[in-house]
Nanobody
Framework: QVQLVESGGGWVQAGGPLRLSCAAS????????MGWFGQAPGKEREFVAA????????RYADSVKGRFTISRDNAKNTLYLQMNSLKPEDTAVYYC??????????????????WGQGTQVTVSS
């Protein structure tokens, strides 16, 4: 059974950093593309960042470019999101997503078959 488990969320002051992790597990599960999506209170889930299997191709939402960095360690089957210069508007539940059908990162939610339960990030002003 495939599982994606996020960790690293919490409370941080504006301008501070936070690092999210997502551990993927499951028999013979080797996700191709992986991504992060965020859902703010009362809003739809939105794309944040995505990465190819090799890590050589990444995509970011305009709102996080230059502040967030997505990376992965395939040996550990773990995805990361380094979040710097956090803003109150970054407050959201962040979800990890994974897919085995294609290696190319995508911002489209239907491009991912597997989802984690989410981790809360709260940024105070």
């Amino acid at each position: 059974q495939v599982q994606l488990v996020e960790s690293g969320g919490g409370w941080v002051q504006a301008g501070g950093p936070l690092r999210l992790s997502c551990a993927a597990s499951g028999r013979s599960f080797r996700p191709s593309r992986m991504g992060w999506f965020g859902q703010a209170p009362g809003k739809e889930r939105e794309f944040v960042a995505a990465i190819s299997w090799s890590g050589g191709s990444t995509r970011y939402a305009d709102s996080v470019k230059g502040r967030f960095t997505i990376s992965r360690d395939n040996a550990k089957n773990t995805l990361y999101l380094q979040m710097n210069s956090l803003k109150p508007e970054d407050t959201a539940v962040y979800y990890c997503a994974a897919d085995q059908r294609s290696a190319q990162p995508t911002s489209v939610m239907t491009g991912y078959d597997y989802w984690g339960q989410g981790t809360q990030v709260t940024v105070s002003s």
